[in-house]
């Protein structure tokens, strides 16, 4: 049922606010998270910038939100309630006050909010997410009843400006020029060619003497019943440099 199907929840660390998406809904919020009781959750998450850390302590431990790459977080709410969510790693000067409400809800209370946030007017398109990934602090909630489509993926793939190609596109234009191709790590051994350490015997790879075995037994090995090898008191204390003669007793 579509109650127990997972709520796909995408998240992005803005400088300093959290913008979340609901594709399914098409609807968009920031610093408003808003969730059903006992419905499992799916986020995926990024960040615009720099490296963040998405935090619900009541729902799930954090993760991190890093730019250019796509991180999954499962978790679930099994009360209704109002929790405190934030950002669990300093990442500026709004740091502090990156924080966010998420609401525990049941289904048809769900349901209602988000038919009450359809009915805003504003659609979150990819100029104003390029508004709003500018700095700002103490951000209200905002909620959009529209967005644009794509806008999380290219959000990860950091071309929202139409004037930025995307990481893959890039990769892939790379890749493509002549002498770029990734190394291969299973081809064949060429003649002559050094064989990788990894790839010995061990009788090939030689030994050292950071792999002898110490001379002789451990020290506690000599009188294992004497209470002195438990004792750690007993141990003499290095003589630091400058130390008075008075305090090396």
Known sequence: TAAMRPLEVQVVALDWKWLFIYPEQGIATVNQLVLPVDRPVRFRITSSSVMNTFYVPAMAGMIYAMPGMETKLNAVLNKPGRFEGMSANYSGAGFSDMKFWTNAVDTAGFDRWVAQTKAQTGRLTSAQYLRLEKPS??????AWGGIEAKLFDRAVEMCVNPDQPCMGASVKHDMAEPGNNAPINDRPQRPGEAQGAILKQPSEKGSG?????????????RDTGNDANRNMTSLERPVLPGTPATARS
């Open 137 to 142: 602090e103490k951000v209200p909630p905002m």
């Open 209 to 221: 003497d950071h792999l002898t075995a110490p001379k002789g037994n451990a020290p506690g090995a």
